[in-house]
């Protein structure tokens, strides 16, 4: 089964600065997504960047980058320029691309609890 | 589109009573997936459609919970004797099997505390 670590229960950011949340995971497959969700207090969880397994460059939308490192088993996202807007629990999840019924499915991780200061 | 709405989005019961809780999904999603969150804990997946069809259940999902999706739209989750173990946030997300990378976009949630 597929498992998928946050080891930093909570990271804090001065605003205007750079944090990096470190996420791992564990599987057999070599076809898979990864994903960086974001869930503010109250509120929905939302899509902050994606990564396919098979594509060498490392995914970036806006402020957000990945640094993905297959062999390592590690997706770690990188947040420039931090908001105060940027303050939530941030989820990496994991979801193989094969067909079949697991199509779809999310595994998440623990979760890291980010704070901006300002 | 309002995107993924649930209601209620609080349910507060006491322990032995029956809830659910409904999701309409984004008009044009196929697939429905329902999860549960516990606090400070990631979302765990408990089942998901694609249209009416329930293909697949989780072990966590026990003989009390049932979930449906009669017309291949909004979904239904329902719990039967409900107990302390039971509270949780429940997250309903859909998605488009074509699009890609098969993103989910998620509802806001429904709480749920069993006295």
């Known amino acids: 089964a597929q498992t998928v670590t946050q080891s930093q229960p909570e990271m804090s950011v001065q605003e205007a600065e750079t944090v990096t949340l470190s996420c791992t995971y564990d599987?057999?497959?070599?076809?898979?997504?990864l994903f960086w969700y974001k869930q503010p207090p109250s509120r929905q969880m939302i899509l902050v960047i994606r990564?396919?397994?098979?594509?060498?460059q490392n995914a970036t939308e806006n402020r957000f980058s990945v640094n993905f490192q297959k062999a390592a088993k590690s997706f770690s996202l990188k947040i420039s320029d931090s908001q105060l807007g940027d303050a939530a629990m941030y989820f990496c999840?994991?979801?193989?691309?094969?067909?079949?019924?697991?199509?779809?499915?999310?595994?998440f991780g623990q979760g890291t609890i980010l704070t901006v200061h300002p | 589109d309002t995107g993924v709405s649930q209601d209620p989005r609080h349910k507060i019961t006491k322990r032995g009573q029956n809830v659910t809780f409904r999701c309409d999904p984004i008009?044009?999603?196929?697939?429905l997936y329902w999860y549960r969150q516990t606090l400070g804990q990631g979302p765990e997946f408990l089942t998901y459609?694609?249209?009416?069809?329930?293909?697949?259940k989780s072990r966590l999902l026990s003989d009390r919970f049932s979930a449906e999706r009669p017309k291949g739209s909004f979904s239904t989750l329902e719990i039967q004797r409900t107990e302390q173990g039971d509270s949780a946030m429940y997250l309903c997300?859909?998605?488009?099997?074509?699009?890609?990378?098969?993103?989910?976009?998620f509802g806001a949630g429904s709480r749920l505390t069993v006295l």
């Open positions: 997300a859909s998605s488009l099997e074509s699009s890609g990378a098969n993103v989910l976009t």
């Open positions: 599987t057999s497959e070599s076809d898979y997504y």
């Open positions: 990564q396919e397994a098979y594509k060498q």
């Open positions: 999840a994991y979801r193989r691309n094969a067909g079949g019924t697991s199509y779809g499915k999310l595994t």
């Open positions: 008009s044009e999603h196929n697939r």
């Open positions: 459609f694609q249209n009416e069809a329930q293909l697949e």
